[in-house]
């Protein structure tokens, strides 16, 4: 019901920058509590990194992002984006797009990930 497409990864030196995109799309695309940016590194479990809450726009951040990542949304359109500043190489990661549907109790529809790594 919600189609979630993220862009923007890539390969960055340490300290370097990168912009990712999500754009949610179909019949609950605007039904959205929340949307928020996930990760999970070769072996690790996956980790929160930031979401905001789409009324009111408070946003939410991992202790291991704070200060270097941003995360904003698109004025009308379903899409947020994950602005992240002075990145380090445990940043390296699979990032994953999520909603959090009105009405359900927790992230329901995930996008398939966009790849970024961090060299040193």
């Known amino acids: 019901q919600v189609q979630l497409v993220e862009s923007g990864g890539g390969l960055v030196q340490a300290g370097g920058s990168l912009r990712l995109s999500c754009a949610a799309s179909?019949?609950?695309?605007?039904?959205?509590?929340?949307m928020g940016w996930f990760r999970q590194a070769p072996g690790k479990d996956r980790e929160f990194v930031a979401s905001i809450r789409w009324s009111g726009g408070t946003t939410y951040y991992g202790d291991s992002v704070k200060g270097r990542f941003t995360i904003s949304r698109h004025r009308v359109q379903p899409t947020i984006y994950l602005q992240m500043n002075s990145l380090k190489t445990e940043d390296t990661a699979v990032y994953y797009c999520?909603?959090?549907?009105?009405?359900?109790?927790?992230?329901?529809?995930w996008g398939q990930g966009t790849r970024v790594t961090v060299s040193a």
């Open positions: 999520a909603t959090h549907p009105v009405g359900a109790d927790t992230y329901t529809y």
């Open positions: 179909g019949r609950r695309a605007f039904s959205s509590y929340a």
